[in-house]
């Protein structure tokens, strides 16, 4: 019988979700990133919102980490001032999530950060956000897109070696790289799209835009391969 690996999917956490005839707290994360890791050949974990201290214990049981989408990182996490652009914190998931990425790299766990992911990935690592920029969310609540060129010789580039259009949707970015990463894709305006550690540090990947709302699997298909 093929064991096919376990990923765990990290989630928000939202006050008065609805759904049917209630209305109330939900851990929840859209179908998306289950139904991504499933078509890769993982198997998908929720993981919502916990006492930090508990990060390690969780990820002791996976086999890969995926960081998902949500809410702007808190500026205070890396030191800056709130914009007046920026969201709503979410503190719960920021302390999770980074409790998370750190019990993974500590037990190279394979890791991959999906936008939100990624920026927290390289706050994790000692880097800053840029606050807000224009031009990578034309419509709000609706996914736009645009091409990624990967930067020869990284990981990134190993998986999809070619020029390609991503599904996108944010407002923040990588401003200052986090200690050992490394971009590896970009997009036209210069935006970092992409950033890794480099090989013989683990299997650890982010990117800026939104695999779970497209066709292509190759991201996902190999944090599972590295996963397995």
Known sequence: MTVR???GVSTYLE???RWGVWELDAALL???YPRLVQRAGGLAAMLPPDAPERAAEAVERLDGLVIAGGPDVDPSRYGAERSPRTGPPAPERDAWE????GAALAARVPVLGICRGMQLLNVALGGTLVQHMDG????VGVFGGHTVKPVPGTLYARI???ETTVPTYH???VERLGTGLVPS???ADGTVEAIELPSGEGWVLGVQWHPEMGDDLRVMRALVLAAS
């Open 5 to 7: 690996p376990l990923i």
């Open 15 to 17: 006050a008065g979700a």
């Open 30 to 32: 859209p179908a998306g």
């Open 98 to 101: 980074l409790a998370l990425i």
């Open 136 to 139: 990578h969310a034309e419509v």
């Open 160 to 162: 999809a070696p070619e």
């Open 171 to 173: 407002h923040q970015a």
């Open 185 to 187: 894709a970009h997009a």
